[in-house]
């Protein structure tokens, strides 16, 4: 069985899901496709309402909900509670904005009148990955629900109860069937469910293996999708940084998740005068970092979401310092049962290292030492992702330029990477396309319907 609950502190096996059948996912077809016919003919209004019952459920089971996706990939318990209030004001958002972003917008024309009203599309077909169970789910479920968009959901075979969990609480709120239909279905059936007339279009996030081979399906299908891949920030510190600010932000924008955060800062690039001072401040930090049981409030360092996920990441490190690499920090087995993988500084990465352009989904940072402002913008460019940046400087003017310089999707200022209802989210280059949250997200699926009456 794919489909199970495995506890990441303990590697013991809570749960196993059966797969689906061909007849469920054609049961889950028709029914979102019917509920689609009456969604297109319904009031968005009604459809906000709905949505913000399924808000207030989530609240009454917040603790619930924060359990399950600890015990599926193993976070800690206060970030899955922070991820749940998270995913609360999503919806929230979308209950509240949703019939304004669906309102039709004029269009100005010399030849006539014009407008595009916007409509649903049809079944959307979501996979997503493990990393942040409910989040992943919410930020397109939410927005499809308003515009009318039934969703079958795919998630990650690792966090198979927090998916159906989630599922259950929408039709537990009064949601109609099919608006959210969970199936543990197979990469043959997410292929099968993208062919399908009835299914509009397929959004993922996940490795670039797994978008480029949905993506393949839905180019040969012809459905509309968007991706949200991988990515290997940059954290740059500028010569102008707040220093003392650096140091307290830096470290937990590569641990938290246990450093499993598509967005997390991952090549930490410093100006040669800072460089040594920053490398002690991360060498203080993570070794300081208590590793241990997700359930303990006290816990900085939770397990890893898998023993593959472990086996991989210790795969790369090996091989960065094969390849040359010095390591600072970490890399030192941790006892016990649990798929730890201790907090770790490697600095000396040369451009033909081996994970010099690879994503380390983990709590491994990548420190690099260089003499200029334009040696840290190409060092940030010199990247196949494009997906979030960081810039630290004291001149907002200055930390806006540079930002604008970074081939990539979203920047972020004196802070560590966020992610809230109202900013876009999403990458270039191999981190993907298209954009999530925001009302830019709410468009993805959505039907420009022109309408056009010339002139006579
Ligand atoms: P993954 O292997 O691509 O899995 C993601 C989802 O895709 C899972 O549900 C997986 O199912 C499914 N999948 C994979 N290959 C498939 C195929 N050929 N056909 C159908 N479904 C397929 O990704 P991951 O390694 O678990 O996730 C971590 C990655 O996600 C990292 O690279 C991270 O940076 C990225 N990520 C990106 C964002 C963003 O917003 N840009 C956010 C979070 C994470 P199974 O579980 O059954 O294999």
């Excluded at 925001?438 to 699926?445: R, T």
Aim: aromatic share 10%.
């Amino acid at each position: 069985m794919a489909y199970k609950t495995t506890y990441p502190f303990t590697g013991e096996v809570l749960k196993e899901y059966d797969n689906a059948t061909d007849a469920e996912l054609e049961q889950a077809l028709e029914t979102g496709h019917q509920l689609y016919q009456t969604w297109r003919n319904s009031p968005v209004a009604e459809r906000a309402q709905d949505l913000q019952k399924i808000a207030d459920l989530m609240k009454d089971r917040k603790e619930d909900l924060a359990k399950a996706m600890t015990y599926d990939m193993g976070k800690l318990l206060t970030e899955a509670q922070g991820e749940v209030d998270l995913c609360i004001g999503i919806v929230e958002y979308y209950a509240k904005n949703g019939e304004k972003f669906m309102e039709s917008v004029p269009l100005e024309s010399p030849a006539g009148r014009a407008y595009y009203a916007k409509q649903s599309t049809g079944v959307i077909v979501a996979v997503e990955p493990w990393n942040f169970p409910l989040y992943q789910v919410v930020r397109v479920f939410a927005p499809n629900f308003i515009v009318g968009n039934p969703m079958i959901l795919k998630h990650a075979s690792i966090c198979a109860t927090s998916a159906q969990k989630f599922a259950d609480l929408t039709l537990d709120a009064g949601a109609p069937k099919g608006a959210l239909t969970n199936l543990f279905i197979s990469y043959d059936q997410v292929s099968k469910a993208i062919h399908d007339p009835r299914v509009a279009g397929v959004c993922l996030t996940g490795s670039e293996r797994g978008g480029a081979a949905v993506a393949r399906e839905a180019g040969a299908a012809l459905k509309k999708s968007t991706l949200e891949l991988g990515g290997n920030d940059a954290f740059i510190v500028l010569d102008d940084a707040d220093f003392d600010e650096v140091k307290k932000v830096s470290p937990g924008a590569r641990l938290y998740n246990a450093g499993q955060v598509c967005t997390s800062s991952k090549r930490f690039i410093v100006m040669a005068d800072k460089y040594d001072d920053f490398v002690e401040n991360l060498k203080d930090a993570f070794s300081k970092a208590k590793i241990g049981d997700p359930m303990d409030p006290e816990t900085v360092v939770a397990p890893l979401s898998s023993k593959s996920a472990q086996e991989k990441l210790q795969k790369q490190v090996d091989s960065a310092i094969a390849g040359g690499a010095t390591l600072v920090y970490g890399n030192e087995p941790i006892n016990g049962e649990g798929f730890f993988f201790q907090p770790t500084i490697l600095t000396n990465i040369s451009k033909d290292n081996p994970v010099y352009n690879q994503e380390m989904f983990g709590p491994v940072a990548v420190v690099y030492k260089v003499d200029s402002e334009q040696e840290a913008i190409d060092l940030a460019n010199d990247s196949s992702y494009g997906l979030g940046n960081t810039i630290f400087s004291s001149n907002r003017e200055h930390a806006q330029a540079v930002a604008e310089k970074i081939e990539t999707g979203m920047s972020f200022i004196n802070s560590g990477w966020t992610s809230l209802p109202e900013l876009p989210f999403g990458g270039v280059k191999n981190s993907g396309y298209g954009r999530e949250l925001s009302e830019l997200g709410f468009d993805a699926f959505v039907n420009q319907h022109l309408v056009f009456e010339p002139n006579n």
